[in-house]
């Protein structure tokens, strides 16, 4: 079992800048790679970014060059540090891993809003 706790979320002035964590706890090991997603209000949810334990990363198009995900070494915590926010950024944001035995864990979100 892997439990995920998502943190950092809040209200920024477009152009600001948030930075997610995702505290990772249980059986880590089993853990093949992680994703952060988002969901805006009346809008399915869509994959944001992701990275596999080696650290290959890729983005959905509309956060390349403001959007970056990292990891720790091991799988403790997950980060999604957030540039130039824009308010079509604002949606719940989870965190989601995905383990080698094909199990697959989200956390319960946290809330980005990007306002003036």
């Known amino acids: 079992q892997v439990q995920l706790e998502e943190s950092g979320g809040g209200l920024v002035q477009p152009g600001g800048s948030l930075k997610l964590s995702c505290h990772v706890s249980?059986?880590?090991?089993?853990?093949?790679?992680m994703r952060w997603y988002r969901q805006a209000p009346g809008k399915q949810r869509e994959l944001v970014a992701a990275i596999t334990l080696g650290g290959s990363v890729v983005y959905t198009e509309s956060v390349k060059g403001r959007f970056t995900i990292s990891k720790d070494n091991a799988w403790n915590t997950v980060y999604l540090q957030m540039n130039r926010l824009k308010p079509e950024d604002t949606a719940v944001y989870y965190c989601?891993?995905?383990?080698?035995?094909?199990?697959?864990?989200w956390g319960q979100g946290t809330q980005v809003t990007v306002s003036s």
């Open positions: 989601y891993a995905a383990a080698y035995t094909t199990s697959t864990y």
């Open positions: 249980g059986s880590t090991d089993n853990i093949n790679f």
